[in-house]
């Protein structure tokens, strides 16, 4: 049988995470950093384009890997309109709409560089999984209260599909047979209710829903923030960044770092031992609401993400939702080895490709 050799690029907000693989199996990852001098000459994240497709060229150069054994390209997923869990190919159609959208995120990236890099090698296959704009909600999930906003699905998907996935796997049954509550914990916390192989419901992770995290808002007084807005003294980036970036434990402590906090209340620390009992108890009133959303009727707890390590904050949540089903830890989140099985399912074992723009089922 042949070996396919894949790229997979994961770029984030100041490092471009590459992984190349034989199969399944890593050859090489490198986490390539991005200095803030660096990236200071471009206004836009998406002017990084040639930078960053640079970095990773020497990089692979640097590892001596042959671009030209590549059979094929996975691109994390940046932020596109909605459209269902699965595996796309990068085109055209998809680079113009990640260069249009509205949110300028680093993920945007990767789907832009696999396009030009597979131009470059003869047109070898590209794709993305699992994007963060996967919508798979139930209608009744999509009303927020008022006629002018819906709800929108946004939020961790690919490492929440591939973690549902493996559980399943573990167990012996199709995911598509199961109801889970998925957890992401990492700079942004998403809550997914898993039902029989869709994501029904999720809080939108982004900007502005479900719990604190080390640099999100969350849910926030929306009275208050209405007001801030127009008090003459807040920018709106000032606001944006307010959610987005400086939010969350950020916010009260002045550091994201979730193993600077737990070392804070070691050394006796009150303010961030009641931090961290806050962000606990907000993970775990979404996780009581994403048991409502399965009509209690939970057969797993599944939380992921880089936090899952933190044993301060686990063992404060785990304490406050293992009434409801067992919990297991899947501690980090192997987006690159998510990413090359993904792709291998297509170009190896036949599973098809949805057509991008997504053409409704």
Do not use: W
Not at 146 to 163: P, V, W
Not at 218 to 228: A, K
């Amino acid at each position: 049988m042949k070996d396919y050799i894949s790229l997979i690029i994961n770029p984030g907000s100041t490092s471009t995470k590459i992984g190349v693989y034989k199969n399944l199996e890593q050859i090489t990852e490198k986490t390539i950093r991005h200095t803030a001098e660096e990236l200071a000459p471009y206004a836009d994240i998406l002017d990084q384009f040639e930078f960053r497709k640079s970095m990773i060229l020497s990089t692979l150069d640097e590892e001596n890997i042959d671009v030209k054994t590549l059979d094929f390209i996975m691109a994390r997923g940046g932020v596109l309109p909605p459209i269902p869990s699965g595996v796309y190919p990068v085109n055209d159609a998809m680079v113009h709409d990640l260069r249009i959208g509205a949110t300028r995120h680093a993920s945007n990236l990767a789907a832009i560089i696999a396009l030009s890099m597979s131009r470059e090698l003869g047109d070898i296959p590209a794709y993305i999984a699992d994007p963060v704009g996967v919508d798979e909600l139930q209608d009744v999930a999509r009303l927020s209260g008022n006629a002018a906003f819906e709800r929108k699905s946004c939020f961790h998907a690919l490492n929440q599909k591939a973690t549902a996935k493996k559980y399943a796997r573990e167990i012996g049954k199709p995911y598509d047979s199961l109801s889970l509550i998925v957890v992401h914990m990492g700079g942004g916390v998403s809550v997914g209710s898993h039902y029989m192989g869709r994501v029904i419901d999720v809080n939108q992770a982004i900007d502005g829903e479900g719990p604190f995290s080390p640099e999100r808002s969350g849910t926030l007084p929306m009275g208050d923030v209405i007001r801030m807005c127009y008090d003459g003294n807040h920018s709106r980036a000032e606001m944006l960044s307010m959610v987005n970036g400086r939010g969350g434990v950020s916010s009260y402590l002045g550091i994201s770092d979730m193993r600077e906090v737990a070392a804070m209340e070691e050394n006796g620390d009150a303010k961030a031992t009641l931090v961290l009992d806050a962000m606990a108890y907000q993970i775990a009133k979404e996780i009581g609401a994403a048991a409502t959303v399965l009509s209690g009727k939970v057969d797993a707890i599944l939380l992921t993400g880089g936090i899952a390590y933190n044993a301060a904050v686990m063992n404060r949540l785990i304490h406050r939702v293992e009434f409801i089903a067992p919990v297991k830890l899947y501690p980090g989140e192997d987006e690159l080895g998510a990413l090359a099985s993904a792709g291998l399912e297509v170009v190896r074992d036949g599973v098809a490709a949805r057509p991008y723009p997504y053409i409704k089922e």
